[in-house]
T-cell receptor
């Protein structure tokens, strides 16, 4: 297994555009997490899935953010009508069910101009 | 509720020891420790679970005080490779809430 992968690694977009990121977790992991991280901060929880079910979404997350994991494998995170404040590193992690080690992908760095 | 980490930053000489603390205002179910180097993703170090179970690397040690709602990470005989930002995350068997991190620099 090659670990968690994310695509793209970098994305530059103009304010108001929509963007979509993809995460491919470790194949046997049924949990998948999305985090956002800005400089000098810890990862901020956005949402997580167990298999294809989205079990929790941060209350801080606006309706412009949506995530899917249609077949319980890869996941996508979409941000609609991007704003400059959305600029951050978006991290994906996967784990086995329960309180287990989370394996992180390399992240997608989003810059909104 | 975000856990509080202390200190915010530490500078060590190679071979010195350090302790990084993580405290929560809420009862802890688990504490995760990760290290992140600049421009890289966080890397797992250890999980401490309520009841005393630990999962992690043999060379890293940590404690979990359920009554005080605190965890401490012990870095002994530090190496240059220990440099990075250390994050604790408090878990509830569902998600992690992360602290702001402790920046550790180990100099020769």
């Amino acid at each position: 297994d090659t670990g968690v992968s994310q695509d793209p690694r970098h994305k530059i977009t103009k304010r108001g555009q929509n963007v979509t990121f993809r995460c491919d977790p470790i194949s046997e992991h049924n949990r998948l997490y999305w985090y956002r991280q800005t400089l000098g901060q810890g990862p901020e929880f956005l949402t997580y899935f167990q298999n294809e079910a989205q079990l929790e979404k941060s209350r801080l997350l606006s309706d412009r953010f949506s995530a899917e994991r249609p077949k319980g494998s890869f996941s996508t995170l979409e941000i609609q009508r991007t704003e400059q404040g959305d600029s951050a590193m978006y991290l994906c992690a996967s784990s086995l069910q329960g309180d287990n080690e989370q394996f992180f992908g390399p992240g997608t760095r989003l810059t909104v101009l | 509720q975000q856990p509080v980490q202390s200190p915010q930053a530490v500078i060590l000489r190679e071979g010195e020891d350090a302790v990084i603390n993580c405290s929560s205002s809420k009862a802890l179910y688990s504490v995760h420790w990760y290290r992140q180097k600049h421009g890289e993703a966080p890397v797992f170090l250890m999980i401490l679970l309520k009841g005393g179970e630990q999962k992690g690397h043999d060379k890293i040690s940590a404690s979990f005080n359920e009554k005080k709602q605190q965890s401490s990470l012990y870095l002994t005989a530090s190496q240059l490779s220990y440099s990075g930002t250390y994050f604790c995350g408090t878990g509830n068997n569902r998600k992690l809430i992360w602290g702001l991190g402790t920046s550790l620099a180990v100099n020769p």
